[in-house]
Nanobody, 122 residues
Framework: QVQLVESGGGLVQPGGSLRLSCAASGSIFRIYAMNWYRQAPGLQRELVAA???????NYADSVKGRFTISRDNAKNTVYLQMNSLKPEDTAVYYC????????????????WGQGTQVTVSS
C-alpha cells in the first residue's frame, strides 16, 4: 500500500558529504514523523534524525552539527544531508515513516525503506 524508496548512498572519503533521499508513495492520507535510522555491522539499529510534519527536528548526539534532516511534504520526501562524514558513520541507512494509509477505515502504521549503504573510507 505504501512504499519508501531511498537513494543517495555510496562511498565517500572522511570529511566528505552525501545527501540521502527517501520518497514515500502509494495510498497515503497523511504522514506524521519521518525518520532516518542506521545500522552498522554487529550493532543495533539506531535513530539518527527525525522530523515531524510541522518541521520540528531531533538528532542523535553523534551527528548533531553535521547532519541535517528536512522534508518536502508536497512530495512526501525526506532528506538527510550528511556533512563532515566520519568512518564511524558507515552503516546501512533506513528511512522510516509514520503513515496514515488512505483506506477504509484509515490505518496508521510504520513503514520502512529497503536501506541504502553509506561507507566512509579513505
Amino acid at each position: 500500500q505504501v512504499q519508501l524508496v531511498e537513494s543517495g548512498g555510496g562511498l565517500v572519503q572522511p570529511g566528505g558529504s552525501l545527501r540521502l533521499s527517501c520518497a514515500a508513495s502509494g495510498s497515503i492520507f497523511r504522514i506524521y514523523a519521518m525518520n532516518w535510522y542506521r545500522q552498522a555491522p554487529g550493532l543495533q539499529r539506531e535513530l539518527v534524525a527525525a522530523v515531524t510534519s510541522g518541521g520540528s527536528t531531533n538528532y542523535a548526539d553523534s551527528v548533531k552539527g553535521r547532519f541535517t534532516i528536512s522534508r518536502d511534504n508536497a512530495k512526501n520526501t525526506v532528506y538527510l544531508q550528511m556533512n563532515s562524514l566520519k568512518p564511524e558513520d558507515t552503516a546501512v541507512y533506513y528511512c522510516n515513516a509514520d503513515v496514515v494509509v488512505n483506506t477504509i477505515p484509515r490505518v496508521r502504521r510504520d513503514y520502512w525503506g529497503q536501506g541504502t549503504q553509506v561507507t566512509v573510507s579513505s
